[in-house]
């Protein structure tokens, strides 16, 4: 019952972060992608910052230290590499090559967490690379032609897997609750320096409100979701799941902006949700 609980809060997690998509497309048209991040983590590092102060007897420690930076180091550049991949690569290929962590993460953790994956994940991850690939309608033709932007991508993609695996290790031993303020702190020192390269920095009042949704709901809210689930499932289940934001995102741009569904991309898209299923029968405990 708990791995099911666990299974959907990454799913609510998810669904978090698929409906941000629309908001941070307008968010952008005032303030560049680097100030989105310093306000989005600026403003999750207020509860992060109580946080970490009620757990400072824990932070003696060097190795869980080094551990926890390592965390928040690869949370930032996984959306910063991924931030600056868009300039130079096609959406469609930053969505197709970003998904590629459902790869990476049990390889990961078979090497770090020596967790290799059980038959029925090995068939989730299958049917979800083939979803992806549909749902993101790439042309397969242009991943014979690599560029800066294909390469950025691909180490955002690392670096979430390597997210994803270094949570399931530390929250077995540390409150889930500092595992994320950590991520946050460390995301938010790391985009302040980036955020005033270009020296003006417009507020409005929308700026605001979304930042603030994007820094307390879609940054701490879920990433703790997140943190805390990986206590009862691992690192692979995880992946697999959060596969499920770009349905959620076409899902909302659908209703919200009216964008249509090609039929290919319908069936990527169911493909993953019956990889979803799988996961979730072979949980029943």
């Given at each position: ?5 666990a ?14 998509f ?45 551990l ?22 096609t ?30 994940e ?11 690939l ?49 991520q ?24 605001i ?19 805390f ?10 992946s697999?799941?959060?596969i ?9 741009s ?27 029968i072979?949980?029943?405990?």
């Amino acid at each position: 019952m708990k791995k099911l609980l666990a299974i959907a809060q990454l799913i609510l997690a998810t669904l978090i972060w698929g409906s941000t998509f629309t908001l941070v497309k307008y968010t952008l048209r005032y303030i560049s992608e680097f100030q989105l991040l310093f306000l989005r983590f600026g403003f999750a590092s207020i509860i992060g910052i109580v946080v970490l102060l009620k757990n400072k007897v824990v932070l003696k420690n060097r190795k869980t230290l080094f551990l926890l930076s390592m965390l928040g180091i690869s949370l930032f550049i996984a959306y910063a590499f991924q931030t600056a991949g868009l300039k130079f690569t096609t959406p469609s290929k930053s969505a197709f090559i970003t998904g590629l962590y459902i790869v990476f993460t049990p390889i990961l953790s078979t090497i770090y967490l020596r967790e290799s994956p059980r038959n029925f994940e090995i068939v989730a991850l299958v049917l979800s690379f083939i979803g992806l690939l549909f749902l993101s309608q790439i042309d397969l033709r242009s991943l014979g032609s690599v560029n800066i932007g294909d390469i950025l991508t691909l180490f955002c993609a690392l670096s979430f897997a390597f997210q994803i695996v270094l949570t399931e290790k530390l929250v077995k031993d540390l409150p889930s609750l500092l595992v994320t303020s950590f991520q946050m702190i460390v995301s938010f020192v790391f985009s302040a320096p980036l955020a005033f390269l270009r020296g003006v920095f417009p507020l409005n009042t929308f700026v605001i409100l979304s930042t603030l949704f994007l820094g307390f709901v879609a940054s701490f809210f879920a990433i703790q979701t997140e943190s805390f689930a990986l206590k009862f499932i691992d690192s692979t289940e995880a992946s697999l799941i959060f596969i499920l934001e770009p349905v959620f995102t076409y899902l909302f741009s659908f209703f919200i902006l009216g964008e249509r569904l090609s039929l290919s991309g319908s069936f990527g898209a169911l493909l993953i949700i019956i990889s979803m299923i799988i996961i979730a029968i072979y949980n029943r405990e």
